[in-house]
């Protein structure tokens, strides 16, 4: 039998055992697709939209674990990395005088101009200035000398236990005298205490 020769009116669908093979085919084919795309619509379309959600949420925890297991693998390496860096705070931190030390430290710079041989026109100590957890003391001096006793001093101060920084240096001749003159602030840092900060 043709499909051509079927006449649609002539279909009972009350005796669907009748139809000629094809129809049946085509029919239950028909209702097979509307039941598939009524599937897919009303229930794999939202599981296919949670599957692709939870692909990216594995993709992500899978670069986390990778990431977290790499730090893991070098846990050892980062912890003795964070004790150097702990004793070299340490260590800074000790070159750092505290309120009791700065006056002795004032007196080691001074010391330090005199024993190269300048002769101080000016040792002033300014007022602190805190910083996060440390404070900076500018201290203004001007001092005659030579070349090599401005040298000297810089390299004292530079030896000297304790940081100590030199900033603004100025250096001009002396009228009416082969000496030159250096002004320049000296700065040193002091450990802001728990109290302090």
């Given at each position: 039998?043709?499909?051509?020769?079927?006449?649609?009116?002539?279909?009972?669908?009350?005796?669907?055992?009748n139809?000629?093979?094809?129809?049946?085919?085509?029919?239950v084919?028909?209702?097979?697709?509307?039941?598939?795309?009524?599937?897919?619509?009303?229930?794999?379309?939202?599981?296919?939209?949670?599957?692709?959600?939870?692909?990216?949420?594995?993709?992500?925890?899978?670069?986390?674990?990778?990431d977290?297991?790499?730090?893991?693998?070098?846990?050892e390496?980062?912890?003795?990395?964070?004790e150097?860096?702990?004793?070299?705070?340490?260590?800074?931190?000790?070159?750092?005088?505290?309120?009791?030390?700065?006056?002795?430290?004032l007196?080691?710079?001074s010391?330090?101009?005199?024993?190269?041989?300048?002769?101080?026109?000016?040792?002033?100590p300014?007022?602190?200035?805190?910083?996060?957890?440390?404070?900076e003391?500018?201290?203004?001096?001007?001092?005659?000398?030579?070349?090599?006793?401005?040298g000297?001093?810089?390299s004292?101060?530079?030896a000297?236990?304790?940081?100590?920084?030199?900033?603004?240096?100025i250096?001009?001749?002396?009228?009416?005298s082969?000496?030159?003159?250096?002004?320049?602030?000296?700065?040193?840092?002091?450990?802001?205490?728990?109290?302090?900060?």
């Amino acid at each position: 039998m043709n499909l051509s020769d079927i006449d649609l009116n002539d279909l009972d669908f009350s005796n669907v055992s009748n139809w000629p093979a094809s129809m049946r085919l085509i029919t239950v084919g028909l209702v097979f697709l509307a039941v598939g795309g009524l599937g897919y619509w009303f229930d794999l379309k939202d599981q296919k939209l949670h599957l692709e959600q939870v692909v990216k949420k594995e993709t992500e925890l899978k670069a986390s674990f990778e990431d977290k297991a790499a730090k893991a693998a070098n846990l050892e390496a980062y912890e003795q990395q964070l004790e150097e860096m702990r004793q070299s705070f340490g260590t800074m931190l000790r070159q750092l005088p505290n309120k009791t030390q700065v006056a002795g430290l004032l007196v080691d710079v001074s010391q330090s101009g005199l024993a190269s041989g300048l002769e101080f026109d000016l040792f002033r100590p300014r007022d602190e200035i805190p910083r996060e957890f440390y404070a900076e003391l500018p201290i203004s001096v001007k001092v005659k000398g030579t070349y090599h006793e401005f040298g000297a001093f810089v390299s004292a101060v530079a030896a000297l236990p304790r940081i100590v920084t030199i900033h603004d240096i100025i250096i001009s001749p002396e009228e009416g005298s082969d000496e030159l003159t250096m002004e320049l602030t000296a700065k040193t840092y002091r450990y802001l205490e728990e109290e302090e900060g």
